[in-house]
């Protein structure tokens, strides 16, 4: 598929996946983009591209008819995307906002519908290589199940020839603006509440934010991938310590403190507790210890194979090139 000079509408376009996506469609890609967000005081970043920011509600189907029509193309990128949280947010968000996305979409003729899922899909605790053909884990956790029930309602669509889709499931998405894998650590480093589990070994399966764009931008643009699914990651993995440890090195403070796996699930469910009386979420909980002791890799053979992935950002270069955001932002001083 061509796509130069089609009209694209990203949801989720104030958000770190969605924001760059829309920013590299248009002035990479030559596409038309509607960067849909419920608020627009926080699309700042993007007001200085050439795109059209627009308001609209996932959950408010008259305004998703107006942002989607003339739409070729659709990429729901819009989640709640928290470790915990209400669980009727996260189903309205996640699962009736897709499902209405879905549906205005398909009334509306779109040529593709690109859904951004999550290797969450796979629950907490997956098989080793891990794949496409790995069946959903459902584990409790509302952003898992949601995003599995969301995914779902994704391949019914298609199914029912109501859409022609394409799912993204990424793994770790790190690089300027994350803030579960970029902000987060390095905030948590910066006051020293940063800690290793089990001496970091858990395996951490990640992807720079460009890679995961240049995969789907490839997944856009080839006409057989219509209906399939694609895991996407940079192909390797690396410990923990290693991953935090880059942040850690960018703020100076290299040395960072490891707690035994029992002794992590142990504050973690103090902090579970004590959120239950104050109201602010956990700064850990035992789902996250268990995420960070787990051993799975994701393969991306698929991508591979069927896009011509091949992820052209190296973990030392998606870092250097995070790291000089991070200075420019302010969240780390600048040198010298």
């Not at 690109?114 to 790995?134: C, L």
Request: hydrophobic fraction near 40%.
């Amino acid at each position: 598929m061509e796509i130069r000079g089609l009209m694209a509408l990203v949801t989720g376009g104030s958000g770190f996946i969605g924001g760059r996506l829309a920013e590299r469609l248009a002035t990479e890609e030559g596409v038309r983009v509607r960067a849909m967000v419920r608020n627009v005081k926080k699309a700042e970043r993007l007001r200085k591209l050439p795109l059209e920011i627009v308001q609209a509600d996932l959950l408010d189907l008259d305004s998703l008819r107006d942002v989607v029509s003339g739409c070729d193309l659709v990429f729901h990128c819009a989640a709640l995307v928290r470790e915990t949280g209400n669980r009727n947010e996260f189903f309205r968000t996640n699962v009736k906002g897709t499902e209405n996305i879905l549906k205005v979409s398909g009334e509306a003729g779109v040529k593709k519908f690109i859904h951004f899922s999550s290797v969450a899909v796979y629950g907490m605790n997956p098989p080793d290589r891990t794949d496409e053909t790995t069946p959903y884990q459902p584990c409790g956790n509302l952003y898992c199940d949601t995003k599995i029930a969301a995914e779902k309602a994704v391949w019914a669509a298609h199914q029912e020839g109501r859409l022609p889709v394409v799912v993204i499931q990424p793994a770790n998405v790190y690089g300027p603006h994350s803030n579960p894998w970029t902000l987060r650590p390095i905030k948590l480093i910066n006051s020293g509440q940063m800690i290793l589990i089990n001496g970091g070994r858990g395996l951490c399966n990640y992807v720079y934010i460009d890679n995961l764009i240049d995969a789907t931008l490839a997944a856009t643009k080839r006409d057989p991938s219509v209906g399939q699914g694609y895991l996407i990651s940079d192909g390797n993995v690396v410990v923990w310590k290693e991953f935090f440890g880059y942040y850690a090195q960018m703020a100076g403070n290299p040395n960072i403190r490891s707690v035994p796996e029992g002794l992590a699930r142990g504050i973690a469910l103090s902090m579970e507790i004590a959120s239950k009386i104050t109201g602010k979420p956990p700064k850990i909980t035992r789902e996250a210890v268990r995420y960070l002791t787990r051993q799975a890799r994701f393969s991306i053979e698929k991508a591979k194979r069927e896009l011509g992935y091949q992820p052209r950002f190296s973990l030392e270069e998606g870092m250097k090139l995070t790291e000089q955001w991070l200075r420019e932002a302010g969240y780390l001083p600048k040198p010298g």
